[in-house]
T-cell receptor
Framework: NAGVTQTPKFQVLKTGQSMTLQCAQD?????MSWYRQDPGMGLRLIHY???????DQGEVPNGYNVSRSTTEDFPLRLLSAAPSQTSVYFC?????????????FGEGSWLTVV | TQLLEQSPQFLSIQEGENLTVYCNSS?????LQWYRQEPGEGPVLLVT?????EVKKLKRLTFQFGDARKDSSLHITAAQPGDTGLYLC???????????????FGTGTLLAVQP
């Protein structure tokens, strides 16, 4: 079972570079989301989507773009990376409606911006 | 501003001891979940509580949702080294019209159980 797959697992960027973190799920889940995890901060919601073609902002959306052209994929784009975006990024998915439903997380993507 | 505050932030105990982790907020949640995260991995769901005052048990772990649905606790009885990890609470905020689709995480409690 693939579940939620994130790529790449590790990435080093220079300030100002752009990149896309890929996220794919094979469970036909409608809800997908991106979080970043920093020491002492838990996980903070960046963007989320309740279905193909629908995206919305989370707690910390600035500096990140998302799109949801298919049910399976939910890429996260950094248009101009900054050192403050150094973090571990997690993608997650759930069946329709997250309240009370199990959310599945990917294994994380470690991003360093120098 | 963190909507969900967890305490304590760090906890180091001996095998066999009991402990309680707290998750508090000023917001009302439609549901609250507890996760455990190991190094290098994503969080894994332990339990979901939905009803105010609800208590759920998972072996040596007892989870409680506050009556007002603003807080929760996780109690571990006779902790074992295998319980070591980062414990995270997370909730979906209740607003007018029902539950939102935003799952907000707490700050986390790092537990170390020494053999």
């Amino acid at each position: 079972n693939a579940g939620v797959t994130q790529t790449p697992k590790f990435q080093v960027l220079k300030t100002g570079q752009s990149m896309t973190l890929q996220c794919a799920q094979d469970m036909n889940h409608e809800y997908m989301s991106w979080y970043r995890q920093d020491p002492g901060m838990g996980l903070r919601l960046i963007h989320y989507s309740v279905g193909a073609g629908i995206t919305d902002q989370g707690e910390v959306p600035n500096g990140y773009n998302v799109s949801r052209s298919t049910t399976e994929d939910f890429p996260l784009r950094l248009l101009s990376a900054a050192p403050s975006q150094t973090s571990v990024y997690f993608c997650a998915s759930s069946s329709t409606g997250i309240s009370g439903n199990t959310i599945y997380f990917g294994e994380g993507s470690w991003l360093t911006v120098v | 501003t963190q909507l969900l505050e967890q305490s304590p932030q760090f906890l180091s105990i001996q095998e066999g001891e009991n402990l309680t982790v707290y998750c508090n907020s000023s917001s009302v949640f439609s549901s609250l979940q507890w996760y455990r995260q190991e190094p290098g991995e994503g969080p894994v769901l332990l339990v979901t509580v939905v009803t105010g005052g609800e208590v759920k048990k998972l072996k040596r772990l007892t989870f409680q949702f506050g009556d007002a649905r603003k807080d929760s606790s996780l109690h571990i009885t006779a902790a074992q080294p295998g319980d070591t990890g980062l414990y995270l609470c997370a909730g979906t905020i209740l607003r007018d019209g029902g539950a939102t689709n935003k799952l907000i995480f707490g700050t986390g409690t790092l537990l170390a159980v020494q053999p």
